[in-house]
């Protein structure tokens, strides 16, 4: 379930569903930017999916040194903050170090820790400082079980406002697997569970110098994650994944979005799954 600050306080509607944070991996353009959110919007209006538009304004984490990474800080904030304006919704975005929070906290309502930096005390407790949300990514290398001191770093600030993402586990190299059970296992913290089906679907740094992914495998693993109730689902889409300047190999294209959420709607408003 949901917890009530979301629909209190950030005015989001229909607390019946699963939330949807959704949108490009990172901002490369206003023009793709306000295209999939202007369209993310819309489908879950329709459908009456809360909705949390996404999407990085750095990459800090690339694999190569090669990899696009921002049209530049400033300018990728100032297109987050005019699309939070224009289509009046909440925003997520990452942050790496304790230094990026300020700024991001004056656009962003959700603070994202990445996978890679999900057991770093000084950065959870600050974004914790922060009074955003705080999405944790559990680690590739972190069992789900883990998370509860993770988030415990966030709360001890005083800060509740808090979710866990699993985004899937490392398994051998340049490869992920989602083991189910651990969902069930974080939501006994008592926070928010998101499925990230866009990650962990991913290769990680499988195709010679950046990462690539199975999406074919988006679909029924956010299918399972659903009939095993979890609370939301972080997915990340593009108009053109191909054409994407990064994750390009694990996005769901745009114009399947609404399909995919008709189903997983489905899935979790029966009352056999709860």
Same mark, same amino acid.
């Given at each position: 379930?949901?917890?009530?600050?979301?629909?209190?306080?950030?005015?989001?509607?229909?607390?019946?569903?699963?939330?949807?944070?959704?949108?490009?991996?990172?901002?490369?353009?206003?023009?793709?930017?306000?295209?999939?959110?202007?369209?993310?919007?819309?489908?879950?209006?329709?459908?009456?999916?809360?909705?949390?538009?996404?999407?990085?304004?750095?990459?800090?984490?690339?694999?190569?040194?090669?990899?696009?990474?921002?049209?530049?800080?400033?300018?990728?904030?100032?297109?987050?903050?005019?699309?939070?304006?224009?289509?009046?919704?909440?925003?997520?975005?990452?942050?790496?170090?304790?230094?990026?929070?300020?700024?991001?906290?004056?656009?962003?309502?959700?603070?994202?820790?990445? =996978?890679?930096? &999900?057991? *770093?005390?000084?950065?959870? #407790?600050?974004?914790?400082?922060? %009074?955003?949300?705080?999405? !944790?990514?559990?680690?590739?290398?972190?069992?789900?079980?883990?998370?509860?001191?993770?988030?415990?770093?966030?709360?001890?600030?005083?800060?509740?406002?808090?979710?866990?993402?699993?985004?899937?586990?490392?398994?051998?190299?340049?490869?992920?697997?989602?083991?189910?059970?651990?969902?069930?296992?974080?939501?006994?913290?008592?926070?928010?569970?998101?499925?990230? =089906?866009?990650? &962990?679907? *991913?290769?990680?740094?499988? #195709?010679?110098?950046?990462?690539? %992914?199975?999406?074919?495998? !988006?679909?029924?693993?956010?299918?399972?994650?659903?009939?095993?109730?979890?609370?939301?689902?972080?997915?990340?889409?593009?108009?053109?994944?191909?054409?994407?300047?990064?994750?390009?190999?694990?996005?769901?294209?745009?114009?399947?979005?609404?399909?995919?959420?008709?189903?997983?709607?489905?899935?979790?408003?029966?009352?056999?799954?709860?």
């Amino acid at each position: 379930m949901l917890p009530e600050y979301l629909f209190n306080e950030y005015n989001l509607k229909h607390p019946e569903n699963f939330l949807l944070i959704s949108g490009p991996c990172v901002v490369e353009s206003k023009s793709v930017v306000f295209k999939t959110c202007e369209a993310l919007k819309e489908i879950t209006n329709k459908l009456n999916i809360p909705f949390i538009f996404k999407s990085s304004y750095i990459k800090a984490n690339r694999t190569s040194a090669d990899s696009f990474r921002t049209m530049g800080i400033e300018e990728s904030l100032r297109i987050l903050s005019d699309a939070k304006k224009e289509f009046e919704t909440l925003i997520l975005t990452d942050v790496h170090s304790e230094s990026e929070i300020p700024d991001a906290a004056e656009v962003a309502d959700v603070l994202q820790i990445p =996978a890679f930096l &999900s057991r *770093q005390t000084e950065l959870l #407790e600050s974004a914790g400082r922060s %009074g955003k949300i705080v999405n !944790i990514k559990k680690g590739q290398f972190l069992a789900p079980e883990d998370m509860e001191y993770q988030a415990k770093k966030v709360s001890s600030t005083g800060n509740k406002k808090i979710f866990l993402t699993e985004r899937g586990s490392s398994f051998g190299y340049h490869n992920l697997v989602v083991d189910m059970r651990g969902l069930v296992i974080m939501s006994k913290t008592g926070y928010p569970v998101i499925f990230d =089906a866009t990650h &962990s679907v *991913q290769m990680p740094s499988g #195709e010679k110098g950046v990462s690539g %992914g199975s999406p074919e495998f !988006i679909t029924p693993l956010a299918r399972a994650a659903a009939a095993a109730g979890v609370d939301g689902f972080f997915i990340e889409t593009h108009p053109e994944p191909s054409k994407a300047l990064s994750d390009a190999s694990s996005m769901m294209k745009l114009d399947r979005m609404e399909s995919l959420l008709k189903q997983l709607s489905e899935i979790h408003l029966l009352k056999t799954v709860k």
